[in-house]
């Protein structure tokens, strides 16, 4: 089947807010290892996009298939896909009365019911993964925004998920923190963890994206790779351009 | 005068078993409180709307009325037409005390409840927990440590709201006193002695409140309790 070349399929999803469209029918599909960054101006429904994919916001119309199977519609199956779908968000959502530790096995406890010594092990290695196995027992709010940042990336590679969702995970980071945190990103592409990334990171989408999905008023308007788009002369060249001026 | 002393000293051991009903009274209704308030307070927040609806009557119902309305409803109306009519007035006194208790304890869960950020359900359930399992294992962990300042409050509240039992003629501190006070004739000393009483069980139970609180708080994620 011709399905099976893509693990995560995304159908032509609709998503309003009351009156306000902010999805107009999304379509693309993401092979297993790919990395591909969403980019666009702030309210094009990047996040919302993303967050319709593991059903947080339920999409008005359109279907998301990960592994052939429909994560739509799929009822309190919805549980175990998202298991398979890890995100990590802007503002971390650590857990924060658990240590980094608890926060990463404490799902591998509750939702996979794994014993509580292989989910420690498990959670440490992880945590090491990214660079925080010494901040094991610290508390969220004894974290700096990167480290809480690389806690939460460590808590959803836990789950072992097909696919992890990046929603804007260096935009609450100063530009050091947002390295760290990035490096860490690069990694886990490199190593052919399968990566949705809404970013506005340019640096991060050339260096480590296999394509890169320019969306603007709820719609995809162009994608390809880094350097085809970067090469091309559609808005995404204009509104790299214009966010060059303001740096200058 | 020397006779006043002797009587008091003669009548302490009494006045104690007091002592020790009142924080029966006191302890049965907390306790009482959490089994219900907590369960309510959950269903008032991610409850559907029958649910919220019930909780919303039981709350307006028990904070409506005066505690010792509550109380002669229940003891000469509502547990005899139940045919509980042969409960001991303990078992009521504590059962009204914990059913008012868990009106105001829901309120206070309600709120440290509320003000748990939508992200740490967000997460949750990002994660593959059921809305249960994020409740029990994220939300409520967060939110009674969050609410015990509040409850702790109710304490106190109960402890001196426990004194109404004596129109039910259950012994608790006010009823001995005031049984020692119609024998004797010595008033004022009696009285000021069951005070005394309510006042260092107060002040005990708060301490041992505040140690709660200090135990388990978390680090860096203030309580007010450090």
Redesign the interface.
Known sequence: MADDEYILRVEDIHKSFGKLEVLKGVSFNVKKGETICFIGPSGTGKSTLLRCI?Q?NIPDKGGVYLNGEEVTNSG?RI?????K???V?Q?F?????LSAVRNVE??LL??LKMDPKAAREKALYELHQVGMEDWAE?????LSGGQAQRV?IA??LA?DPDVILFDEPTSALDPELTREVLEVMKKLASAGMTMLVVTHEMGFATSAANRVVFMEHGLIQEEGTPEELMNGDGRFKEYMGKIGDIKE | MADVTAIVILWIPYLVEGVFATLGLTAAALGLGILLGLPMAIGQVYGNRLVRSVVAIYVWFFRGLPVLVLLFLFYFGIFPALGLGDLSAFIVGATVLGLRGAAYQSQIFRGGMQSISEGQMTAARSLGMTRMQAIRSIILPQAVRISLPGWSNEYPNILTDSAVCYAIGVAELLTRASQIVAQTYVTMPIYLVCACMFILINIAGMQVLHWVERRVAIPGFGTGAM
Do not use: T
């Open positions: 593991n947080l309190p549980n175990e896909f998202r298991q779908i890890g995100m968000f503002n959502f650590l857990f924060d009365h404490i799902a509750k939702v610290h508390y969220p709010a004894e939460s808590r959803a789950m």
